[in-house]
Each structure stands twice: as structure tokens, then as C-alpha cells.
């Protein structure tokens, strides 16, 4: 049996389509009003509420990308650059960066906004990852990223480098193997 007619028994078995995906449509843009339970004793918005917002809108995105349940394996390091005040609304604006085996990274874009002086300041940038599942909870192939615009090719370009470092950081993969890193800091 040639690999085409193995791919094409298992999508029909498993009743998944694996055509290749834009980011496009993936893209998810969410909206939360700030309320008195979200902040802190500043008036700001919690980060633990950002995160938690941000972990559905990413979640909404990977499973558009994939068509299946998927669950958080990662959150990537997050600098709050600017804090979100009481009363003001968050954006959360999330793509399918790049995909993997059963893996898919989620690229965030974070922004507050001032209703009533109109104007958007950004909050911050984040790369959450997620792991489709079949039916018995185990992960499953998700399909391929095609990355259009320049900013999603150079985001598709630089996810490698940031698997390989989560993988480490996670335990599942040895410094030594992580060829797209060493690459980076090699001076060859
Ligand atoms: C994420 C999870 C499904 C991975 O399952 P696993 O049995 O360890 O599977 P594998 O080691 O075969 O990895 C499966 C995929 O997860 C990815 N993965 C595993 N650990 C990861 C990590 N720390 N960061 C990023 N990706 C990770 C692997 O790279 C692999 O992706 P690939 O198929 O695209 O190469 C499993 O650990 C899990 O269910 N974790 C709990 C998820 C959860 O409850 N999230 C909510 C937060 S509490």
C-alpha cells in the first residue's frame, strides 16, 4: 500500500479532513469588558483573568484550525507591557501560527481600549500551544498551516525555534537535539 491510500483509509476511518488550513481561518477575535471582579486592588485588569481569557480565544482558534477538542500543552512566557484599566474593553485577536504533528501554536495579540478618551493601546504578545485529541483522548494528526501575509510567514518561520525551546523547558526534548536553536546561536 502506497502512503496516499494509507492517508486517505485513515481520514476516511477517523472521518477527519486534513486539507491544509489558512491562518485566516482560524482567526479569532474576542471582547471582555473590564468589570470591578476582574482587577486588582490598582483598578487594573488581572493578568490571571488575561490569561484565562486569552487560553479560550486561543483554545476557539486551534480548534477551528483543527476541527476537533483540543487542550492547552504550553503557555509561553507573557510580558504585560501596559496594564488594562477598570472600565476599559480587552481585545484578544488569535491565529493558527503553525502546525505540527497533533500540535498547533496560537499566536495572540492583546489590546486595551479606552471607550471613552477612543483610543487602542496594546497590552501584549503571547504563543499558547495546543494539542488536538481523537475521541479516546489521545493526540491526533491536525492539518498543515499555510501561512499568507508577511507577518504570518515570518511568525511560521520562527515557531521551530520556539517548539524546540518549550520542548525543553517541558522535558520533552534533549538540548542537543534542538538543531533550529543550535542553528541560531552556531557562528557558522
Ligand atoms: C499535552 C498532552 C496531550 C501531550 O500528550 P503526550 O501523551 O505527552 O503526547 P506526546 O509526548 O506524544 O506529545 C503530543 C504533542 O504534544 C506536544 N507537547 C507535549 N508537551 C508539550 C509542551 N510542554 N509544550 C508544547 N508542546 C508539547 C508534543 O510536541 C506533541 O506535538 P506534535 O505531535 O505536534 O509533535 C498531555 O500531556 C496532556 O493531556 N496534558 C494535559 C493538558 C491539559 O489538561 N491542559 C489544561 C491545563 S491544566
Given at each position: ?31 471582555e469588558?473590564v ?18 481569557w ?30 488594562i484599566?477598570?472600565?476599559?474593553v480587552v481585545h484578544i ?17 492583546v489590546?486595551g ?76
Amino acid at each position: 500500500m502506497n502512503i496516499e491510500f494509507c492517508k486517505a483509509i485513515f481520514v476516511q476511518t477517523l472521518g477527519m479532513n486534513l486539507r491544509p488550513k489558512t491562518a485566516k481561518e482560524s482567526h479569532t477575535i474576542m471582547t471582555e469588558l473590564v468589570l470591578p471582579n476582574d482587577t486588582n486592588v490598582h483598578g487594573d485588569l488581572m493578568g490571571g483573568r488575561l490569561m484565562y481569557w486569552m487560553d479560550i480565544a486561543a483554545a476557539l482558534a486551534a480548534g477551528r484550525h483543527c476541527s476537533a477538542p483540543v487542550v492547552t500543552a504550553s503557555v509561553d512566557n507573557i510580558s504585560f507591557e501596559n496594564p488594562i484599566k477598570l472600565g476599559n474593553v480587552v481585545h484578544i485577536e488569535a491565529k493558527v501560527s503553525r502546525a505540527f504533528n497533533s500540535s498547533m501554536e496560537v499566536h495572540m495579540k492583546v489590546w486595551g481600549e479606552d471607550m471613552a478618551q477612543q483610543y487602542k493601546y496594546k497590552s501584549n504578545e503571547a504563543y499558547y500551544t495546543f494539542v488536538a485529541l481523537d475521541p479516546n483522548g489521545k493526540p491526533r494528526t491536525v492539518p498543515e498551516l499555510v501561512a499568507e501575509t508577511e507577518e504570518e510567514k515570518r511568525v511560521f518561520d520562527g515557531a521551530l525555534r520556539r517548539r524546540q525551546l518549550r520542548l525543553i523547558l517541558g522535558g520533552k526534548m534533549k538540548p542537543d537535539e534542538a538543531l533550529e536553536l543550535k542553528a541560531l546561536f552556531s557562528k557558522e
